[in-house]
């Protein structure tokens, strides 16, 4: 990704963050074959390659429309060797022999099967492949593992929370999230982010950011609206004299984290690291609407939440790292720190020549700082 910033007014930028990338992909085919070349290299440890064939990916997301000529990568950034060798065999025969090789690749496969549970990330997943273990099966059973409990969750409810998440369940969600939040503080304001808020029908979980007004709220909230939703499940199995809690207890799984934020921290390199906001990974059960699954005989499904509550003075920043995508964020970040001399990350942005937190009340207002147009939401699918 070597091409200079300023680009002509028709050519792509090699920033996600100067590109607008809608959910329309019509290149579906070359990306899908170059992602699943990025995921193979993460599974690897092999950060560096795997983010050039993202990039790759992520510029061919943001054309208005499919490639019809191997030449006409010439003209777009981030698109090495590798990946217009790949590009080039899809056009001549349809498929990349090289992927068809990855995902027949039993590492890859156990890999990809193992990072699938609520838990289990690429370390993990490589130990147990390393140890000879190919199936759940032998996993629960290999006496030496000691699971977490996220991971013990994420076995247990594997089957619902692998299953995506609609957007009316996120809407569902919603409600009750709200219910819950507001009668802990009624100031307070609960939005939908991530996937979602870009306009994805379907997610793999639903992310809500949490805005309070009064300073020091965003520090209470999250463990308040945890105790509602078990009191509420202690209410009602008191009113109706009731069967068992599994039946009633719509928190299946919980794990809050308490802010480590300071005010004074300058923003992180580390992409990858986790913000210091208070927040809370659930597994919440959301009841059906339609049928009931007769198999499991129950009328609800396990859906991942997360939870974020950052103070009010940083909303805007922990909003726009949470919006995503994970590229858009990871090229905002890049384009602060080598096009304008300053650091970005979910917590602030620094101007290293004036050594000043730029204070931002909304999104608008941090492209602003960084003299980028404004990017909507749906328009950072990148
Ligand atoms: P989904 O849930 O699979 O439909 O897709 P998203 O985009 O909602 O992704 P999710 O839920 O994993 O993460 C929510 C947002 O958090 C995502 O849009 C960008 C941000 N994010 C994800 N991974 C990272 C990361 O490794 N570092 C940082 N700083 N932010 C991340
Ligand atoms: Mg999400």
Redesign the pocket.
Known sequence: CAHPSATPESAVSQYACQRRTTLDNHNKIFTDALEVLAENLEFCGNLGQSLAFRRAASVLKSLPAALRHLQETQRLPCLGEHSRAIIEEIFECGSSSRVEEILNDERYRTMKLFSSVFGVGPKTSENWFFRGLRTFEQVLSEPSIRLNRMQTAGFLFYEDISN??SRTEANALKILVEEAVICVNPSATVSI????S?G?E??????FIIKTPEAGQEDVILPAVIERFKSQVQKRLFQQKVLSEDCLNILLYSDFQESTFDLRQLPTHC?????HFSKCFLIIKLKREQETDARAGRDWRAVRV?LVAPPLERFAYALL??????L???DLRRFARLERGKLL??HALYDKATNTFLPANTEEDIFAHLGLEYIEPWQRNA
């Open positions: 995506p998440v982010t991530g996937g979602f870009r994805k379907f997610g793999h979980d639903v992310d992409f990858e690291a986790m913000d997360d790292g949470w919006t995503g995508s994970t858009f964020g990871r990350d979910n």
